[in-house]
């Protein structure tokens, strides 16, 4: 064996890249991103970087990639970039093999070769000079692993296999005797993946397709979907490689109900078989094969237990695969993919919450004058208003937030489902009719009315489960779900965040954010706080009700929780001291010489120290406001989710963060 080019390096200069020998068929395709070689944990590593930008690439977010003359030119024009790179995905049909350590320094094979020799399509010498990559044209079975290591006569060479979600580095360093484009070699992909993971089959004799009843099953069930196409009808066409998964139908008998049906409601463009059996593998991840065989299956109640498929991989991988965190919906709060309860005391105004959240992803504007969020489609599905109390309140909503109404027409949706009373388990179905990656956000409100028929709240297992269903819709409909739901009874400002919340302690547990309202000791007023999972603990914050929406008030102190025990109050000195407090005449002019300097200090520290002198944390409330109307302190603010500070100096307006 003899590369065109031996003399491969891990970071290959311009003159040294051969871009005239890239095939073809992968130049016409826009999945190209530059990479760079970096050390992590003491093991070289390649980081995909988008080549718009200069930043970070994800081999999941198509807006990081480019076509190949930028990606080159980002690469000529950038020192510290290695090299470019190809990502296969779902849509194409690409795959590719990985085999490393497999040559020596002369370029012939140590182990590997039987492998290569088996593909008829082009081939190349990975960066290193010690590995080779295959690529072609196919998809990787439903049984195929992405890794396996032990190879050659010191057992540390592996072979990789992959057709989505994955970069190949590129190099043009093509193996002489290899073709110069992709070919097609799924046969020999699948021959590859049997040697590498066996399976046993069993007896797969059956009856002839034509005779196969669950056919026109499968066929009938194709006709009853009621899906809207948003593009390229891939979504429809998924739907329809589930049904056939759940039907039960080969490959073959699977392609010709699809093309029967496509006869019947074309989709927007014409899809290859590649395509289509690709769509099929996918399908066999979520959905039971065989399903369409349970009585209750055309009631909806389709099984919720998807394949499961160890995906064990090393750690390195884990980290280059993912090098940064998903992306934020509310900053602070929560992102792409993640669950988020708001939990609050009946009759609180959670509803009236929710819209106000659901209006701000809709807009982009801040959440509670605090939470930056990232404008998205919201969809709400309201279990508990009328169709005509929900039209009345949005736009009291959107008025009190300055929003106009016609600008939330085409990304705030509502679907008032009462009466219709459907469960998590249902909307499978209903879920089944969106196009992944359409809404950003969905909102269940209120959680208790979506859960099924003798769940039972307070058991973890089936809370649990119902989280657990929760997570597979957002990973397919890549969207997050927001659950609105009520505080247990009893004293909630005793208790820490993650144990307010009717049911189960899981419930806490199993989301990514929990947020709850409690009631502070002003009249008219909540403490929102909350347990986050990738963010960093954020501030509790002071919010006041002003009709028809909660809005922040940060002269409030947090701390200052309302106690459902009557009559039971803390203790704070002697009766004595109390009484000679109270006594002593306390003005703002007090205020600020006694509990204020020119140090900014934390105002909720500030009015604690002035409530415990007083006697009376409302008096100093009061003061502190008087004091800052007269000039006598003031105000430093240093951002969202920061506390405010009080000094007898100005903030400088130039100052951003303190």
């Not at 309860?341 to 009759?347: E, G, Q, S």
């Not at 960093?536 to 919010?543: A, S, V």
Request: hydrophobic residues 35%.
């Amino acid at each position: 064996m003899q590369a065109t080019d031996p003399e491969t390096t891990e970071s290959a200069g311009i003159a040294e890249y051969p871009i005239q020998n890239i095939p073809p068929s992968l130049r016409s395709v826009p999945q190209w991103v530059c990479w760079r070689s970096v050390d992590r944990d003491g093991r070289p590593t390649k980081e995909p970087i988008d080549p718009h930008s200069g930043r970070l690439a994800k081999t999941n977010d198509s807006s990081t990639w480019s076509d190949f003359d930028t990606a080159w030119r980002h690469f000529h024009s950038s020192p510290g970039t290695s090299g470019i790179g190809f990502v296969f995905t779902a849509d194409d049909p690409f795959a590719g093999v990985d085999i490393d350590d497999c040559l020596d320094e002369a370029g012939n094979y140590i182990w590997g070769g039987d492998i290569i020799s088996s593909f008829d399509t082009y081939v190349e010498v990975s960066p290193s000079g010690t590995g080779v990559k295959v690529f072609l044209k196919g998809f990787k079975p439903s049984f195929a692993q992405c890794r396996k290591d032990g190879f050659g006569p010191l057992m540390v060479g592996k072979v990789e296999v992959y057709d989505k979600g994955r970069f190949f580095t590129v190099t043009g360093q093509r193996l002489s005797d290899s073709p110069t484009d992709v070919q097609d070699c799924q046969g020999s992909l699948e021959d590859l993946c049997e040697q590498l993971w066996p399976q046993n089959h069993g007896d797969t004799s059956s009856q002839p397709s034509d005779s196969n009843s669950a056919f026109d099953d499968c066929l009938a069930s194709l006709l009853k979907l009621k899906i809207s196409d948003h593009s390229d009808g891939s979504h429809r066409l998924f739907v329809s490689c589930c049904r056939c998964v759940e039907h039960d139908l080969s490959d073959d008998d699977a392609m010709r109900c699809i093309r029967q049906y496509a006869g019947v409601r074309p989709f927007p463009k014409d899809w290859t078989d590649t395509q289509i059996a690709k769509r099929l593998r996918d399908a066999e991840k979520i959905c039971k094969r065989g399903e369409a065989s349970n009585g209750d299956y055309e009631n909806g109640n389709r099984s919720e237990d998807p394949k499961f498929t160890p995906q064990i991989r090393p750690v390195g991988e884990l980290l280059s695969d993912f090098p940064v965190l998903r992306d934020p919906i509310i900053d602070g709060l929560l992102r792409v993919g993640e669950t988020m309860n708001v939990i609050a005391p009946p009759k609180l105004g959670k509803s009236w919450l929710v819209l106000d959240l659901a209006m701000a992803v809709a807009t982009g504007r801040d959440w509670l004058d605090a939470y930056p969020t990232h404008q998205g489609n919201v969809l709400l599905l309201d279990n508990e208003l009328h169709a005509e109390t929900s039209s009345d309140r949005i736009p009291r909503v959107a008025w009190a937030r300055d929003i106009p109404v016609e600008s939330l027409n085409q990304s705030m949706f509502i679907d008032n489902l009462r009466g219709r009373l459907p469960d998590i388990n249902s909307l499978r179905s209903y879920f089944d009719t969106f196009k992944p990656g359409f809404f950003k956000l969905i909102i269940l409100d209120a959680f208790y009315r979506f859960m099924p028929k003798d769940t039972d709240e307070n058991s973890n297992g089936n809370v649990t489960d119902l989280y657990n269903t929760l997570d597979r819709y957002a990973s397919e409909l890549q969207c997050s779900f927001v659950l609105v739901h009520h505080a247990s009874k009893g004293n909630q400002s005793a208790k820490s965040v993650t144990d307010v919340g009717a049911g189960a302690g899981s419930q806490s547990r199993a989301t990514d954010t929990h947020l709850v309202l409690r009631h502070h000791q002003e009249p008219g007023c909540v403490v929102v706080d909350a347990a986050v999972r990738s963010w960093p603990p954020i501030e509790p914050r002071c919010l006041r009700w002003s009709f028809p929406a909660w809005h922040t008030d940060d002269l409030l102190e947090p701390k200052d929780l309302k106690s459902e025990h009557r009559g039971k109050t803390r203790s704070t000195g002697s009766k004595s001291e109390k009484k000679k407090l109270a006594k002593e005449e306390w003005t703002a002019e007090m205020f600020a010489e006694r509990f204020v300097c020119q140090e900014p200090q934390r105002m909720t520290t500030v009015r604690s120290r002035a409530g415990d002198a007083m006697g009376s944390q409302r008096k100093a409330k009061e003061l502190q406001q008087e004091a800052v109307d007269l000039g006598l302190i003031h105000l430093w603010k240093s951002g969202a989710n920061q506390p405010v500070r009080l000094a007898t100096v100005k903030q400088p307006s130039d100052e951003d963060d303190f």
